[in-house]
């Protein structure tokens, strides 16, 4: 990038982990780091600073022990590296310090602005912005979300590369907040295919990008799971205490905390479980379409986003009213092709079911998840298997963590995160039409 017009200069010193910063108008102030930042973050954080506080874009001149760069910082928070070899192709006003202040000069900010062709004659002094007809500018800076990185010297050295921009974008998709609450079943009708590990990835992704509010439902009659793998709260509460407090959590005078005590908050990923119970029989925990209408009307209240746990059994009327509920279907399958075949005779029957079963069926997410480390190809093959019989497909690779225990976003590698990521966008990506 070459600055041409309106720029200014900064200049900053690093020794150590501090650095002297020189600001456009000459002040010198200390920048120490914040915590878990780095020096070069906190410089460029500075200049940022006063790109939006000038409204123009500023070169920033570093030297010391991490040695010499150029950048052009913007006041949108760009940042772009100039080549060292030749100068910033500008001209410059330099604003002279005053006759006392010479220690100064050399690192004093100067105002750099592209000038007109001089002639002989003298300049005529320019008009004021409402009688030439120019718009004044504005003094306000528009709000944006965080843009595409790159990791590098001061950690925005370079343009980011493709597959950091596709990242930036999911993330973005993952982040919205639709008008009104959303639901995303996650369904497969074998056992041990993802359904547990999927739901809380997905609510994870949703929770920690897009904010709280998040609900992951165990909507299982017999040995759900996700209880089992998710942090526990305060109380030892299931759904089956959740149903009888329905009446008060939906009264006038309820509160945003008075779900707190029949839900568990997971409290590095910032979404909810509503449990069910794994030590008890299918007959003793069956919902009834009308009980299952209830709950949701709290979800619905309580929570923006809710992602089934759906049980095994398709024929269950609390498997059914969640289809029915659903705005997006999400079918996960680890690497075998047993489970493969399973998610696709669960497409089949949506499909035959009613138009809107179908509908789901045709813009389902389909997520092949590599259950060992040998089974990339066979991940492949079953992906290219669904291209085009559904939406989306998308494969996380293999991870450890995901295996057994706690599910932990924070504990996979970063590979296995950026892929529940694209996932979750794929997913989202159909959130804000109408569920009909």
């Known amino acids: 990038m ?15 982990n501090a650095a002297t910063f020189v600001a456009v108008d000459g002040r010198r102030e200390p920048v120490l780091p914040d915590t878990g930042e780095d020096i070069r973050q906190a410089i460029v954080r500075r200049a940022h600073q006063e790109a939006r506080r000038t409204g123009a874009r500023v070169v920033l001149y570093t030297s010391g022990d ?16 100039v080549g060292d070899p030749a100068e910033p192709q500008i001209h410059t006003v330099t604003v002279e310090p005053p006759a006392d202040d010479r220690p100064a000069r050399e ?77 995303v079943a996650v369904a497969n009708g074998k056992g041990g295919v993802g359904k547990t590990m999927t739901t809380a990835m997905l609510a ?55 779900i707190s005590q029949f839900v568990h908050h997971q409290s590095a990923d910032r979404y909810d479980v509503l449990r069910s119970n794994p030590e008890l029989l299918a007959t003793d925990q069956r919902i009834a379409t009308a009980e299952f209408d209830r709950l949701m009307q709290v979800a619905a209240r309580y929570y923006r986003l809710v992602i089934f746990d759906s049980g095994n059994d398709e024929s269950a009327e609390r498997w059914l009213r969640m289809i029915d509920m659903s705005y997006q279907l999400v079918i996960p399958t680890i690497a075998t092709p047993e489970s493969a075949e399973s998610a696709a005779l669960l497409l089949d029957a949506l499909r035959a079911r009613d138009p809107r079963s179908r509908l789901l069926a045709d813009n389902a997410v389909v997520i092949v998840t590599e259950s060992e480390p040998s089974a990339a190809m066979t991940a492949q093959q079953i992906a290219a298997g669904f291209s085009g019989h559904v939406r989306a497909v998308r494969i996380v690779p293999y991870d450890p963590a995901l295996k057994s225990g706690p599910l932990r976003f924070d504990a996979l590698r970063p590979a296995t995160r950026d892929a529940w990521v694209a996932a979750a966008a794929s997913a989202a990506k159909q959130l804000g039409g109408d569920a009909t």
């Not at 017009?5 to 900053?12: H, Q």
């Not at 052009?72 to 928070?77: L, Q, T």
């Not at 909507?219 to 509460?237: A, K």
């Open 204 to 258: 994870a992704v949703y929770a920690r990008e897009g904010g709280g509010n998040v609900l992951a439902w165990d909507n299982n009659d017999t040995r759900g799971t996700l209880g089992w793998r998710t942090e526990q709260g305060l109380y030892d509460t299931t759904v089956r205490d959740l149903l009888p407090a329905a009446g008060r959590l939906l009264a006038p005078t309820a509160g945003i905390a008075d």
């Open 107 to 183: 690192l004093r900010g100067e105002e750099v602005r592209e000038q007109a062709p001089q002639t002989g004659a003298a300049r005529a002094p320019a008009a004021p912005a409402a009688e030439s007809g120019r718009a004044r500018p504005t003094f306000l800076t528009p709000a944006r979300g965080d843009q595409p990185t790159a990791r590098g010297v001061f950690g925005r050295l370079r343009k980011p590369s493709a597959r950091e921009r596709a990242h930036a974008e999911h993330v973005a998709i993952v982040s919205r907040h639709w008008a009104g609450w959303r639901t």
């Open 2 to 16: 070459t600055p041409t017009a309106t720029t200014l200069r900064a200049y900053a010193t690093v020794t150590g």
């Open 66 to 81: 991490r040695g010499e760069h150029r950048l052009v910082v913007g006041a949108d928070g760009t940042l772009d590296a």
